[in-house]
């Protein structure tokens, strides 16, 4: 969901001269002030647009996937053309109501960023008291709910509204084509038209209110953890980003590259969350020579910027890595890790995981029990020098255990919520302030 709709950048075309112009400025705006349109906003819930991959099973209960009619009505004197291009939806951004955000209203879907082979325009003639109607699921192909970052819309009532954001021009003569000449492609370097350049009409709707209703149990979460040795290739990448790791002074242990594979093994898509400073979802032990297993203490840390990526992972599908305890992140201190001799470690997985929709673009509920994975041990021989350390093959065991999915995820939640807040976190704090989706 696009950052948000399409820009279009052209070479201007001089549409200052143009008798209709009905602003000031080299990008006139061409259609009448907002005041002159009426947009309406109505859920359609027997509406028979195609669901999409989004929108199948369970998903089609939620509010995501439900249908809604806008019905945009010419209320001015004047006859006006709207310009739209066939492979693009309509600029229209659908927005509930956020009490925490600055404007008390947060994005929850947007025309999405399709590509197109050609550029086919649509002109929309409307008299003055006629209408053109949109109808659209808040998910669908050709839009997008990025600014959501995958979450869902729980159980609940929502406060809906929409604004359409507008190009094209009014007949002046009356029943003269104003459109059409403005959507010529001029020159070969161009792939846009004049009528983009324009300061668009953005007309806001009426509020509706929609219930999201709840889900039947969707199942468990279900994965596998393995960490290996990475082999020379990885290894190579990981350490060339760290060049203290060719001093001699710098152990095994602090520069071992791991190779890890989190594996869904449950029947649905899930999306998991990690954020990109604070994230603690693989935590580390050691024991020394037969020892009791201890945590691998964190270090003091700061987060200057925090941002939660969610990744999706299809039944049976996995997701996979390298790290070093020196990068692994928040910080881990290694100086209990420094005396010579041989060394067990073990890594768990720490989950911050929903259930998600048939493709994985969104969250249909995020269980509060979270089981945990943890891999089985690796020896390595920790010696101040550059011989390979030694493996045990790298398998999973599941562990399970009731820990909320949110405390987990300590400080990284997202900007709608914590805007300009600073949050209590393991370090010395941090800053959260965005969100994005892989």
């Not at 970052?149 to 159980?155: K, N, V």
């Not at 199942?219 to 990448?237: C, D, P, R």
């Not at 910080?331 to 997985?349: H, I, P, V």
Request: hydrophobic letters at 35%.
């Amino acid at each position: 969901m696009q950052k948000f709709g399409v820009v279009v950048l052209l070479a201007f075309c001089s549409l200052a001269s143009s008798p209709l112009a009905m602003a000031e400025g080299p990008f006139p705006r061409l259609l009448p002030p907002p005041e002159d349109f009426h947009l309406t906003l109505r859920e359609e819930p027997h509406n028979s647009v195609a669901p999409g991959p989004s929108c199948s099973g369970e998903a089609s209960l939620t509010l995501l996937c439900r249908a809604f009619t806008l019905i945009l009505k010419n209320a001015g004197r004047r006859t006006i053309h709207i310009s739209e291009l066939r492979c693009f939806e309509p600029d229209v951004v659908f927005e509930m109501r956020e009490s925490r955000s600055n404007s008390g209203w947060r994005p929850v879907s947007q025309p999405g960023k399709p590509a197109c082979g050609a550029l086919d325009w649509i002109n929309i003639r409307l008299k003055p008291e006629e209408t053109t109607e949109y109808t659209t699921r808040l998910i669908a192909p050709r839009r997008s709910i990025e600014a959501l970052g995958g979450a869902s819309l729980g159980t609940g009532s929502y406060k809906l509204r929409a604004h359409w954001a507008l190009w094209g021009c009014t007949e002046a003569p009356e029943g003269t084509d104003c459109l059409t000449p403005l959507q010529v492609v001029r020159g070969a370097a161009s792939s846009v038209a004049d009528v983009a350049l324009q300061e668009p009409v953005t007309v806001l709707s009426n509020e509706v209110t929609a219930e999201s209703p709840p889900l039947l149990d969707l199942g468990n979460l279900k994965f596998s953890f393995e960490v290996t040795i990475a082999s020379a290739q990885m290894s190579k990448a990981e350490t060339d980003a760290q060049p203290a790791c060719a001093a001699a002074s710098i152990t095994n242990v602090d520069c071992t590259v791991f190779h890890y594979v989190i594996r869904n093994l449950a029947d649905r898509p899930v999306r998991n969350a990690t954020a990109s400073c604070s994230d603690t979802s693989i935590r580390p032990e050691y024991r020394f020579e037969g020892s009791e297993w201890k945590s691998v203490p964190y270090r003091a840390w700061v987060c200057t910027m925090n941002v939660l990526v969610e990744t999706q992972i299809l039944p049976g599908g996995a997701i996979e890595g390298t790290f070093t305890l020196r990068t692994l992140r928040p910080g881990f201190d290694t100086s209990a890790l420094q005396t010579a001799g041989e060394y067990q470690l073990r890594f768990t997985f720490w989950p911050n995981a929903c259930i998600a929709s048939p493709d994985a673009s969104f969250c249909l509920t995020r269980p509060e029990r979270q089981p945990t994975a943890t891999s089985k041990e690796l020896t390595l021989r920790n010696r101040r020098s550059s011989q390979v350390p030694v493996s045990l093959s790298a398998v999973s065991e599941a562990r399970s255990c009731k820990l909320h999915a949110r405390a987990r995820l300590g400080c990284a939640l997202s900007i709608q919520r914590l805007e300009g807040s600073r949050l209590g976190c393991r370090g010395r704090g941090c800053y959260a302030n965005s969100i994005e989706g892989k």
